[in-house]
């Protein structure tokens, strides 16, 4: 096959081309100088990793969630502190 540079971007551009299945894995093959098999390959780990972005998104956004709750109870807690220093120092 072709020198094509096989970067991500590439890789997904192809795979989805393979999703939409407007040409055979054969066409899009010729098309990009790529193995069919390769495409498959590229296409299955597209799919397969589809699911983790949305997963990763979630759990991130919990722990933001739970990381930003305890740093605003610990701004809480600091803020009470350095009030009774301030309260302690000026009697």
């Not at 055979?24 to 799919?47: C, D, F, N, Y």
């Not at 605003?72 to 009697?91: A, M, P, Y």
């Amino acid at each position: 096959m072709n020198g094509t540079p096989r970067t991500p971007a590439f890789k997904k551009k192809v795979a989805l081309e393979a999703l939409r299945e407007d040409k055979t894995l054969a066409q899009l093959a010729s098309q990009h100088g790529v193995h069919p098999m390769q495409i498959s390959k590229w296409k299955r780990e597209l799919l397969d990793g589809a699911e983790r972005i949305f997963e990763e998104k979630r759990s991130r956004s919990k722990e933001d969630l739970v990381g930003r709750e305890e740093l605003e109870r610990k701004i809480g807690q600091l803020t009470v502190e350095l009030d009774f220093l301030k309260k302690r120092l000026s009697s």
